[in-house]
């Protein structure tokens, strides 16, 4: 659960997650890892990176970066001159790092020409999402990350962060997002939520039918579940990034109608 933000999180919004995951049948195999117990965890691998040079204090603020937002290395052997220190950066390499993603192929991308050292402790002293996950991932065992793909362009800084602290890269795999006509995420800008709209039974139905699989209609939701198991096909997932959704105001029978 990713409750390190506190200035960005909706009091209850954890519990209501769980709730929502619950009624679709969803429940965690053991016990749920809280991103607010593991402060020392993250700041040790902070500490590790500094400590063997791969990681520098930075002074920068925002408005000191180029236009293209690209850090250009500033702090990378000492801090500017009249500077304090602000943020911690990993500093980046010119070597492509490259992944394949099970449904979006094969993924390149050169740090150096697309953020430049990176920000993995913040001026607040929160670390930075790409830190925690990366850290929490290999704490955690966990082999394959399933995400929308909204988070293909974080996969590269995480991968070079495990390679930084000698972590085992896991499978990617980063499935379509339901997007509006406009092409912007769905989400909490609707007023009404199109999950909650729907029976649990018909929501995942609704989903199977987004990521390509076909269900028989007239199952309860625990048929669903066994039969969505039985019958997964990976390769039905569509290849693409996004898909566009219209939402209407009666419950969807189809994929592209929620
Ligand atoms: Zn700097």
């Not at 896991?170 to 379509?176: D, E, I, T």
């Amino acid at each position: 659960m990713e409750d390190i933000d506190p200035p960005r999180e909706v009091p209850g919004s954890a519990t209501r997650i769980f709730q929502d995951l619950a009624r679709l049948g969803l429940n965690s195999d053991g016990p749920v890892l809280y991103q607010s117990t593991r402060t020392r965890a993250y700041q040790s691998a902070i500490d590790k990176l500094l400590s063997e040079g791969k990681a520098f204090w930075c002074g920068c603020s925002r408005n000191d970066l180029p236009p293209s937002r690209i850090y250009p290395g500033t702090c990378r052997n000492g801090l500017a001159p009249g500077k304090r220190p602000r943020t911690v950066r990993l500093k980046v390499t010119g070597r492509t790092v490259a992944f394949s993603d099970l449904i979006q192929g094969v993924f390149e991308e050169n740090l150096e020409h697309s953020v430049g050292d990176f920000i993995i402790r913040r001026a607040d002293g929160l670390p930075a999402y790409q830190l925690a996950v990366v850290v929490d991932d290999a704490f955690q065992g966990i082999t394959e990350v399933v995400r929308g793909s909204d988070l293909l362009e974080s996969t590269a800084r995480q991968i070079h962060l495990q390679h930084a602290l000698g972590l085992p890269t896991p499978a990617y795999v980063h499935h379509p997002l339901a997007v509006g006509v406009d092409g912007r995420k769905l989400g909490k800008r609707f007023d009404s939520d199109p999950v909650g709209r729907l029976s649990a039974t018909e929501a995942v139905s609704v989903a199977l039918q987004f990521l390509g699989q076909e269900p028989p209609g007239g199952m309860e939701l625990k048929e669903l579940w066994s039969w969505a198991f039985r019958h997964w096909q990976a390769e039905s997932i569509p290849r693409v990034e996004s898909i566009a959704v219209e939402l209407s105001s009666s419950p969807g029978r189809s994929a592209n109608q929620l």
